[in-house]
């Protein structure tokens, strides 16, 4: 009984904190995000977010996919996945991936600790490892326990004109359930100023970067339009930086050819499971697969909104070193 008291004690206590802080609306699943350790932290994920980094202890050959979302994370799962698991399921003919969405496969951290505390932690400690887990989180508000540990991070980012389209869109099919959507122009002037959960989109990339540059054996960041302009390229990356035995086999090219027709986007788009059915109960499967293209904010920016995100992406960005090939 003293165990379920303190768990709901501290449950109001978070509550609690999370009312105290500024709120807005902005892109993200929920009505609101909330203002803390400078990020807009969506109200849904927020207990999970409190939890994951007071309950979480990470091993040393823990291996976690960081994105922004909305920047290729279902892409990146289904690959990582593949890879880490290669011995386990070497075979492509009856795979996981072919009767479960990645999102199932590879869970995410502020996800898995939303819910009940002492069976996640049980659950999470008697995993097989490798592990294999995501986060939306920022580095700098990750666990310490991940940071100084010997686990490796793969970082998934995306030009900032689709990143806002993709999210908008996913927003507004999410809102409909919770609450109302915002209007593209409101959103856009949200986005500019960083209002999007785990924004804002510059300091979370930017965290990502600067450690994968200072410690390129925790952090490998990727961009979306390079993994797909290039995908054998960055796939054997991926590869080389988990340290996968695939990089040994003599067959290796072939394997990682068929690692990335396996994930190929219209391929797991096309299967029956990621058609029907939601992910946690909030987004349909379908949600996650609608173009996967580069260049479909085309469609959407008017002139000015060109302009107005062009001049914050090269204000935000300049002399890290980062940029983005825009395709106008």
């Known amino acids: 009984m003293a165990l379920a008291s303190d768990h709901k004690q501290a449950n109001e206590e978070i509550n609690e904190l999370m009312l105290s802080l500024p709120k807005e609306m902005g892109l993200c699943a929920g009505p609101y995000v909330h203002l803390f350790q400078d990020f807009w932290c969506p109200s849904f994920y927020f207990q999970g977010v409190i939890n994951f980094q007071k309950h979480f202890h990470a091993k040393d050959s823990d291996v976690f996919v960081a994105s922004f979302p909305k920047s290729g994370t279902t892409w990146l799962k289904a690959l990582t996945f593949v890879i880490l698991n290669h011995q386990h399921f070497p075979s492509f003919e009856n795979h996981p991936l072919l009767s479960s969405n990645p999102h199932e496969l590879v869970s995410s951290l502020e996800f898995i600790f939303s ?6 932690i049980l659950n999470l400690s008697n995993m097989s490892e490798p592990r294999l887990f995501s986060t939306h989180l920022p580095f700098s508000s990750l666990p310490k326990t991940m940071t100084e540990s010997k686990c490796k991070i793969i970082y998934i980012c995306r ?9 908008w869109e ?6 409909s359930v919770f609450s109302p959507a915002l209007t593209f122009e409101e959103a856009f002037e949200k986005y500019c100023n960083g209002i999007a959960g785990f924004g804002p989109w510059w300091s979370h990339m930017l965290g990502y970067w600067n450690e994968s540059i200072t410690k390129p054996d925790k952090v490998l960041f990727l961009k979306y ?10 796939v054997k990356r991926i590869v080389e930086f988990l340290d996968s035995p695939i990089a040994q086999e003599g067959e290796s090219s072939a394997v990682i050819e068929n690692i990335i027709n396996l994930c190929r986007f219209e391929k797991m788009k096309d299967l029956e499971v990621n058609k029907s059915g939601y992910i946690h109960n909030i987004a349909e499967k379908n ?5 996967g293209k580069i260049g479909d904010w085309k469609n ?10 062009s001049k914050i992406i090269e204000e935000k960005l ?11």
């Open 225 to 234: 339009e390079d993994l797909k302009e290039d995908a054998v390229f960055h």
């Open 318 to 328: 300049s002399g890290s070193g980062l940029s983005f090939k825009v395709h106008s």
């Open 287 to 291: 949600n996650f697969f609608r173009k």
């Open 159 to 167: 030009n900032p004109f689709d990143t806002f389209v993709s999210a």
């Open 300 to 309: 959407y920016f008017s002139p000015s909104m060109v302009e107005k995100l």
């Open 115 to 120: 819910h009940d505390l002492h069976d996640q």
């Open 170 to 175: 996913f927003s507004t099919k999410i809102k």
